[in-house]
């Protein structure tokens, strides 16, 4: 892949993949921002080896996933959410109110859960492509897939 080439590549999914690690982070915006950044330059770095250009949207999931999760093994920090971050300051009040319920709600998953639930209802991603992204099982997938839903029910009807 060329350098041209990957700046597209980038430019097409650069809001999703930073959309992802927001919600990955519960909101975090400045460090979903410093995950997203640090995911393009591992991709940049590696992106000589990278051959099939029709797989690069689940390559580059692949590594902002495991940017996160390297991110929270290094600082093993998960502290409660102050505020609705990455919500505009435009946005209502309701509005606000509903990211913050779900951010916290998505906080109270395991990682594996909440990247599943992300991956499948945010991004679209079948069974089979979250098992490739998480270097999971299809029947673990569907397993994380059904707990972070009866989690979620129970969450969000408190």
Not at 11 to 38: I, Y
Not at 69 to 85: D, K, M, N
Not at 140 to 154: D, G, I
Request: proline share 1%; net charge neutral.
């Amino acid at each position: 892949m060329d350098r041209q080439q990957f700046i597209s590549y980038v430019e097409q999914n650069q809001k999703a993949v930073r959309r992802f690690l927001t919600a990955l982070c519960c909101g975090d915006s400045a460090l979903a921002d410093d995950l997203a950044q640090d995911t393009f330059v591992k991709a940049y770095l590696s992106c000589d080896s990278f051959r099939d250009d029709r797989r690069f949207t689940a390559w580059i999931y692949r590594i902002a996933y495991n940017t996160f999760v390297s991110s929270r093994r290094s600082t093993r920090v998960s502290g409660p959410i102050s505020e609705a971050g990455g919500i505009d300051s435009a946005d209502s009040s309701d509005k606000a109110f509903q990211y913050q319920e779900l951010y916290m709600a998505l906080d109270h998953l395991t990682e594996k859960e909440r990247s599943a639930i992300l991956l499948y209802y945010m991004q679209g991603y079948a069974v089979n492509e979250i098992a490739g992204i998480t270097g999971s099982t299809p029947d673990a997938v569907r397993q994380q897939l059904t707990r972070a839903r009866s989690h979620l029910k129970t969450l969000l009807k408190q």
